[in-house]
């Protein structure tokens, strides 16, 4: 009788460390679900350097400078004023291929209609990270 206990005891504390074991593992595996929210930042920061290649490539830095007023407000301040939310990207990308005047003064900013809403998406989206928001 005395042995059968024996082995019971040492199969349940084999069962006990094996199931911690598996235990540790599973904790392990729900591990690899925090970089898939990692995710989503590249591809918007991916976003952000393209459009800043875009300024870059395009007549923007005749009249815009990324922290001094020249013709046009500094981009900086223009990301200080609005919030970089998904509205805000809209809208600024349209004033950038439409043009248009009386936010900063009185002087108009041209239109780019050769600019397509996407690009334009992705200059306002660099323009709005300038002063470190993130989007939201
Ligand atoms: C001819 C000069 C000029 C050029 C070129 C120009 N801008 Fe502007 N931009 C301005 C002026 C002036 C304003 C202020 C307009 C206003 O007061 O509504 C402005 C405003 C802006 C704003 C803020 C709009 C708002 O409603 O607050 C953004 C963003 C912007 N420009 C981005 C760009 C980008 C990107 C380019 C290049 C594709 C560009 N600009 C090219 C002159 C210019």
Request: hydrophobic content about 35%; proline content about 5%.
């Amino acid at each position: 009788m005395k042995k059968i206990y024996t082995i019971a005891l040492a199969a349940s504390l084999t069962f006990l460390i094996f199931s911690c074991g598996s235990k540790k593992e599973k904790t392990n595996v729900e591990d690899y679900g925090t970089p898939k929210e990692e995710v989503a930042v590249p591809s918007n920061s991916e976003a952000i350097a393209q459009g800043e290649s875009l300024v870059k490539a395009n007549d923007c830095k005749t009249c815009h400078h990324p922290t001094n007023k020249i013709i046009g407000p500094a981009h900086t301040d223009v990301a200080k004023k609005y919030e970089f939310t998904e509205a805000n990207v809209k809208m600024l990308a349209e004033k950038i291929i439409k043009g248009g005047s009386g936010v900063w003064g009185q002087i108009p900013m041209t239109p780019h209609p050769d600019i397509t809403e996407a690009d334009a998406e992705k200059m306002a989206r660099y323009v709005l990270s300038l002063d470190g928001e993130k989007e939201h």
